[in-house]
């Protein structure tokens, strides 16, 4: 009985073989359909929900949310201190993206170009290393860094270049109490925290560069300066495109890190985590929840213009 239900299988099994080869884009599409459903019901339908509250008032007397359509939360991003907001958070991730890419440039082109075997394994591990351990005790230990009584701190004092700090610390713009309070300071976390995803696109670019690109331009009397300006840097722009991406958009979002090392000054994170906890006021925060989608979108259509989604 058993032999006879596996000769009545096999037929039905070589069939669904014969299926899954005769149509490979519907056997495609039935794998796309869960992970399609996930992001139209779960992601898209959270945006939805997010536009649709921005839409919505705030009773100031009980502090309940009013299902009346209004623009009012759009007009009050207008107000000169939203925009300070958004202009600041704006600065800083593309601040962060840079010092990134200034970083991560020199050690991503020794790694493609000059490592190997162990060498290379043991780069990847002192990049990866701290993504292994909690976000939060990373800027945290950052913190004490960067405090008054931190290694930076003491090592001021130790080398007499504290005058040299409390003279950055006064500057009205970067400057703060210490560096653990200080834009500065939240500058400093937020590059350490965002390097390795710099370092790898940008590694990968330059690695998928031919050899013989820079044994030609040696050939034709090219120097070292002009070989990576005209070979090395244009090939390697859709890898810095594509680490810009993770840096700018995360540093964007971000509230943790201000909220930790930053003092007073606030960042679009900030406005709206305090805008939908402390005051309670949902269809604000969804307004200017917003904000860094429409940023985060153009700068998206900018980076694709590079080749950035070549390179992820």
Excluded at 28 to 46: D, E, K, T
Aim: proline fraction near 5%; aromatic fraction near 12%; include cysteine.
């Amino acid at each position: 009985m058993n032999s006879a239900a596996l000769t009545l299988s096999e037929p039905n099994r070589s069939s669904l073989s014969a299926w899954v080869y005769l149509h490979p884009r519907s056997v495609l599409l039935l794998l796309l359909i869960p992970p399609l459903l996930w992001l139209g019901v779960v992601y898209l339908g959270s945006l939805f929900n997010l536009l649709a509250y921005s839409v919505f008032g705030l009773d100031e007397f009980t502090g309940q949310i009013t299902h009346e359509l209004s623009l009012n939360n759009f007009i009050e991003l207008t107000r000169a201190a939203n925009l300070d907001v958004i202009l600041r958070t704006t600065l800083m991730a593309l601040m962060v993206t840079l010092g990134c890419v200034i970083i991560a440039f020199p050690i991503a082109y020794y790694m493609a170009r000059y490592t190997k075997g162990k060498v290379r394994a043991l780069f990847y591990l002192g990049i990866m290393l701290p993504l292994w351990s909690s976000y939060l005790v990373r800027v945290y230990a950052w913190k004490l860094i960067l405090a008054k009584e931190g290694i930076i701190g003491w090592l001021a004092q130790t080398l007499h270049l504290d005058w040299l700090l409390q003279g950055i610390l006064s500057l009205p713009v970067i400057g703060g109490p210490s560096l653990s309070f200080s834009p500065i300071g939240t500058f400093v976390v937020f590059v350490y925290i965002w390097l390795p995803f710099m370092i790898l696109p940008i590694q990968a670019a330059i690695e998928r560069i031919p050899r013989s690109f820079f044994e030609a331009s040696m050939d034709l009397g090219a120097s070292s300066w002009q070989t990576f300006r005209t070979v090395t840097l244009p090939l390697a722009i859709p890898g810095i495109a594509a680490g810009s991406i993770f840096t700018f958009s995360l540093t964007l979002g971000d509230y943790i890190i201000p909220g930790i090392i930053g003092n007073s000054t606030m960042y679009m994170g900030q406005v709206v985590y305090l805008q939908q906890g402390t005051a309670g006021n949902v269809p604000f925060a969804a307004a200017f929840s917003l904000v860094p989608i429409v940023v985060i979108g153009v700068y998206l259509a900018l980076a694709k213009r590079m080749g950035a989604f070549d390179a992820l």
